[in-house]
């Protein structure tokens, strides 16, 4: 299996290959991160044994989006992190806006911790953002959670990327600051704030119009929004299996 990608989003195949990238020193120590650009991750406090992944034991602490970091030589990741649980996706959105306050770097990365590698050199990353006349980048994915209650939204993405089953996915994204710092912003709406159960969630959600994302997942509400409010702006990528763009939402 040749990877050429800098980046790898696959809970099946990212612990096996960072596990060959350990035992045969790829790529050791050789990278640093640019100094205009901040990596994050959302993650619990603790160790992640209330939602680890089978596959990904052995990662429950230092998660293996970390590992592979400092497995390059990169020691700046920013952990964003929640002692709440049960831990809920939409945790991200007030964890990144209250970090993004204070952002200086001109670029913000933000990662799944448990399921994510980095690879190669994180300014590959960079020039690949670049590479494309957008303010925000997202990973794809066939996954169609979410769509079910936002059909119009739906049947516009279809449209937009000609039927080639791709999608946005949250879990890897790229962005000028500035930029994020407003998608962010307009999501927290969608936010679950601490302390507030999920029963008492789901009659909040019962409350808003039947479009409106339902469920725990910063994906939805990303979703959504993108593509009703900054189809200009926002693009699609394949981090998981090349850098070629499957979907261009520019018109």
Same mark, same amino acid.
């Given at each position: ?8 989003? +696959?809970?099946?195949?990212?612990? !096996?290959?960072?596990?060959? &990238? ?13 100094? @205009?650009?901040? %990596? ?7 160790? &992640? ?9 052995? *990662?429950? =602490? ?18 964003? !992190?929640?002692? !709440? ?13 209250? *970090?993004? #306050? ?11 911790? %448990? ?17 494309? =006349? ?5 990973? @794809? ?5 979410? *769509? ?6 739906? +049947?516009?993405?279809?449209?937009? +990327? ?19 710092? !407003?998608?962010?912003?307009?999501? &927290? ?9 999920? =029963? ?7 409350? #808003? ?27 699609? +990528? ?7 763009? *499957?979907? @261009?939402?520019?018109?």
């Amino acid at each position: 299996m040749v990877i050429e990608q800098p980046i790898i989003h +696959n809970r099946f195949i990212v612990k !096996e290959i960072f596990e060959l &990238m350990k035992k045969q020193g790829t790529y050791k120590g050789l990278f640093s991160c640019p100094s @205009s650009l901040t %990596i994050t991750t959302c993650r619990n406090s603790g160790p &992640m044994t209330d939602r680890i992944i089978p596959e990904l034991e052995g *990662y429950e =602490d230092v998660s293996l989006l970390e590992s592979s970091l400092q497995h390059l030589g990169i020691h700046t990741l920013k952990r964003l !992190e929640s002692s !709440e649980l049960p831990w809920r996706n939409t945790f991200k959105f007030e964890l990144i806006n209250e *970090y993004l #306050k204070e952002c200086k770097t001109e670029y913000f990365m933000c990662c799944d911790a %448990i399921d994510v590698i980095f690879r190669d050199d994180p300014f590959k990353v960079l020039d690949i953002f670049e590479s494309f =006349d957008c303010d925000m980048l997202f990973m @794809s994915t066939d996954s169609l959670d979410g *769509y079910d209650c936002m059909p119009e939204v739906f +049947n516009e993405v279809k449209k937009l +990327n000609n039927n080639n089953g791709r999608y946005l996915n949250s879990g890897v994204y790229i962005g000028r600051t500035n930029f994020v710092r !407003e998608v962010i912003e307009e999501c &927290m709406e969608y936010a679950i704030p601490h302390g507030v159960t999920m =029963d008492d969630y789901k009659e909040y959600l019962n409350s #808003k119009p039947k479009t409106y994302p339902k469920g725990a997942q910063d994906q939805s509400r990303l979703r959504q929004l993108c593509n009703q409010n900054h189809l200009s702006q926002i693009q699609y +990528n394949v981090f998981l299996h090349s850098f070629q763009t *499957y979907n @261009s939402f520019l018109s």
